[in-house]
């Protein structure tokens, strides 16, 4: 399905540049999301990945350049149709709290009452699926400062998917999260990708769960990105690649070449 631009890619940069200040943190960026695929953006502290996410979102312009979100210039669009755009996306953001005035559930079910005309049998279904999904039982009447770093993590996650985006944006979704909820969140990414068609863009320090999830990896830069297929990239001979991935990253890139099944979730 190699069509024209546009068809295969959900999300597109060109040419993106922008200024905090003084300070570049893309410059001429050049960057396209394959639709129903998962990408990981990695990149050390500072290198810009919250704010590519943000700027998907349409929370933060670019200087020059455009930014395409399922074929639509985010610089075209006025805020009614900024807010139809954002809403066929989910967004977990690195920082994102719930409302601390409300219940976990009341968090959670708050897309749907603001943007769907859902009975509260109906909402109170998929609030509940969605809180299965992230593995937590009964936090129904909790406030968020009633839960721990990981569970709060984790009903974030769970309001950023309740209203069935078509892209999904997280921002280091598996930062304080222990091991079993590491492998939690990212089975149900690749369960969302796989199995709902979503496309997802994910940013992320934590190698190993992202050279399994991620379809295309993106590395970020001196403000610009290489992206390719992990094993696209292990095979490169860019030493700064290299230098990034580590060790541990090639190796086990290496031996995924080696077994070609061993991405392929079916
Ligand atoms: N609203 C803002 N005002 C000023 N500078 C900003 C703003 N947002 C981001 N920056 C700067 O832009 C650069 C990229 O920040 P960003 O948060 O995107 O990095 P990051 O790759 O997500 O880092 P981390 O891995 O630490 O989360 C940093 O130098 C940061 O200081
Ligand atoms: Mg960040």
């Known amino acids: 399905m190699a069509g024209p631009e546009g068809q295969s890619d959900h999300v597109v940069f060109e040419q993106v540049g922008l200024a905090f200040g003084r300070r570049p943190v893309f410059s001429g960026l050049n960057l396209a999301f394959p639709r129903q695929k998962i990408t990981v953006v990695m990149g050390e502290s500072g290198a810009g990945k919250s704010t590519l996410l943000r700027m998907i979102g349409g929370l933060q312009r670019p200087d020059r350049g455009e930014v395409r979100v399922a074929g639509e210039s985010l610089a075209d669009l006025d805020e009614t149709a900024l807010g139809r755009v954002r809403r066929r996306l989910g967004m977990l953001f690195q920082n994102g709290a719930l409302l601390d005035s409300m219940t976990v559930f009341e968090n959670i079910a708050l897309p749907l009452r603001e943007h769907t005309e859902q009975s509260e049998e109906e909402i ?16 129904d009447d909790l406030l968020p400062g009633e839960l721990s770093g990981g569970m709060l993590r984790r009903a974030a996650f769970a309001r950023s998917i309740v209203m069935a985006p078509e892209i999904l944006l997280c921002d280091e979704p598996f930062s304080g999260l222990d091991p079993p909820n590491v492998s939690r969140i990212e089975a149900l990414i690749v369960h969302l990708n796989r199995n709902l068609g979503l496309t997802v863009i994910v940013s992320s320090h934590h190698m190993a769960s992202s050279l399994r999830m991620a379809d295309q990896l993106c590395l970020m830069r001196a403000g610009a990105a290489i992206s390719g297929t992990p094993a696209g990239l292990a095979s490169s001979q860019d030493s700064t690649i290299a230098n990034f991935m580590g060790e541990d990253g090639v190796s086990y890139l290496a031996g995924l070449q080696d077994q070609p099944s061993a991405g392929d979730p079916s």
């Open 124 to 139: 109170r279904r998929m609030v509940h699926q969605r809180l299965r999904d992230v593995g937590l039982g009964d936090v």
